[in-house]
Each structure stands twice: as C-alpha cells, then as structure tokens.
C-alpha cells in the first residue's frame, strides 16, 4: 500500500496569512494526488485534483503543486472559513490511501 | 443538485450486523463507479470500497474484505454496503462518495454525503 504523510498535523495561523501544507507519498503516484477540506459534520469537499487543477467553485487563494512523491497545498489569504481539516489522498492505485490530516487553527 | 444522501447507521453489537444505503440524484449514477469511505471518532479517512459501474467489480480495504459487501442498483440510483461480522474498529462516520477520473490515470472523489453515523459496541 502506499503510504501518504502530512505535515505539520496542526498549523495555527491568522485571516490573511498564507499556509502551506505538505503531502509526502512513499512511492512514485505522478500527479495522482488529491486535496480535501473537512469540516466536523459535514462533507469533505474536494479542493484540488490531480496535485494542481482546481476544482470548480473553490476560491483561486487555494493552489497545489508537486509530483512523484512530493506535493503542497498552499492557502493564500486565509479566511475565516478556510479553518477546517484538510487531507491529501492519492487516487494512483488501490487501496488509495489518505494523508492523516493537518488541522488548521485560527492563531 | 448533485446529491448523496446514506442512511442505516445505528448501534450494533460486536458480531451483527448492518446494511448502509446511500440515493443518488442530480447525476447519471449508472455512468459513475462509486465508493465509500469512512471515519473513525478521533481518526482520518479510510477508502473501504468501490464498484464498478455495472457492479461486476468490486475492491475492498484489506481490514473490511470478507466482512463487507458493496452493491448498487442502478435503475433505483442506489449504493448499498452490507457489513456483517462487525467489530468495535469498525465504528465510524460512513460516507459514500462518486468515484471522479479513471483507472490508471487518477481517481478523487466527489461530491459526498453527510455521512451516517455506525457504533459497534456491547
């Protein structure tokens, strides 16, 4: 199976800050990586799909990058509603895997 | 509206068992494979399974294969897990989820549902 770590596992930071979260896959996955906000009682939202494509609907201030086994989720101008639990998942083979999550705490 | 609605959590002793449903609508169900995944109290999120979209393939966790059953019925727009000889690390928020992009290339999910609660205890 192939492992995904996060780090950190919690971020405190203010509105208007810019955080940047780190996704490492324990083999090569491409692009094939994921990124989810989760907030306590409801659905996860996927943010980014394949390490950098947003998708529809979620605010340009979220970006991610990487390939092969290194990946980032960056946060550009935190807002209040962007403090939540955010995952990054790997979609290159079974079982696909997640991240163990990174929350992030208002400061 | 894309929507995933589950129902049928609940309490359930070690051992029994329970069957998950989850209605599609807003979307062609029978085009999309599906999944679900789940999170235990306290935990991250954990893939438990997925179908195809005819349901002649189905893929398991390595901790749920043998004990859990994914089905779907497609005229009725409908995904179904049937967990049988469950136990306390089973318990966990299940949310059924539409399987995006393909095989070999890369797969997410989207959108989910809010989930339905199932506490395995005595």
């Known amino acids: 199976d192939i492992q995904m770590t996060q780090s950190p596992s919690s971020l405190s930071a203010s509105v208007g800050d810019r955080v940047t979260i780190t996704c490492r896959a324990s083999?090569?996955?491409?692009?094939?990586l994921n990124w989810y906000q989760h907030k306590a009682g409801k659905a996860p939202k996927v943010l980014i799909y394949?390490?950098?494509s947003l998708q529809r609907g979620v605010p340009s201030r979220f970006s991610g990058s990487g390939s092969g086994t290194d990946f980032t989720l960056t946060i550009s101008n935190l807002q209040p509603e962007d403090f939540a639990t955010y995952y990054c998942?790997?979609?290159?083979?079974?079982?696909?895997?997640f991240g163990q999550g990174t929350k992030l705490e208002i400061k | 509206e894309l929507q995933l609605v589950e129902s049928g959590g609940g309490l359930v002793q070690p051992g029994g068992s329970l069957r998950l449903s989850c209605a599609a609508s807003?979307?062609?169900?029978?085009?999309?494979?599906m999944n679900w995944v789940r999170q235990a109290p306290g935990k991250g999120l954990e893939w438990v399974a997925q179908?195809?979209?005819?349901?002649?393939?189905?893929r398991y966790a390595d901790a749920v294969k043998g004990r859990f059953t994914i089905s779907r019925d497609n005229a009725k727009s409908s995904l179904s897990l049937q967990m049988n000889s469950l136990r306390v690390e089973d318990t966990a928020v299940y949310y059924c989820?539409?399987?995006?992009?393909?095989?070999?290339?890369?797969?997410?999910?989207?959108?989910w549902g809010q989930g339905t609660l199932v506490t395995v205890s005595s």
């Open positions: 989820t539409r399987d995006e992009g393909a095989e070999g290339v890369n797969n997410w999910f989207d959108p």
């Open positions: 807003g979307f062609t169900f029978r085009s999309y494979e």
């Open positions: 179908i195809s979209t005819s349901g002649s393939s189905r």
């Open positions: 083999q090569s996955i491409n692009s094939y």
């Open positions: 394949t390490a950098s």
């Open positions: 998942q790997q979609g290159h083979s079974f079982p696909y895997t």
